[in-house]
């Protein structure tokens, strides 16, 4: 867990960035789909977000991804993060990503973006792409 279950308005403004940037992935095919929503509530749980803010962090990060029109909002936050952490975030994209057994040119485009925006080589990139890949398959 990122933060203690008193979250303040510093890690409010983190899980929000960070559902947008989900949901931004989770968007990206024009198919946003209930296993993608339930992959992206499992890992705002896993971040630290209380089950009763949940819904409103969803519907604020909404609001923000429909209207930003670059990522580099969304990753401001994340590329901060102890290496660990952001491990477990791009686990949840590439969830998000292959939860319909494929990727496709715009995803796989986002991700090859992230990699270079949070910091994170590629090897180590292809390494948790290919884990969710197996797990997903």
Request: charged letters at 35%.
């Amino acid at each position: 867990m990122f933060f203690k279950k008193d979250s303040t308005k510093i890690e409010k403004n983190f899980l929000v960035k960070t559902c947008a940037l989900l949901i931004h992935a989770a968007k990206i095919d024009e198919n946003y789909t209930k296993n993608e929503e339930e992959i992206i509530k499992k890992t705002l749980i896993e971040l630290g977000a209380k089950e009763e803010t949940i819904s409103q962090t969803i519907k604020d990060a909404k609001s923000i991804e429909e209207n930003s029109n670059q990522i580099l909002d969304f990753t401001r936050e994340v590329k901060n993060l102890p290496e660990n952490d952001k491990i477990k975030i791009v686990e949840a994209l590439w969830s998000i990503i292959y939860s319909n057994n494929e990727a496709d040119i715009y995803e796989t485009n986002l991700m090859r973006r992230l990699a270079g925006l949070l910091y994170i080589d590629s090897s180590t990139m292809g390494d948790i792409k290919d884990k969710i890949k197996k797990e997903k398959l």
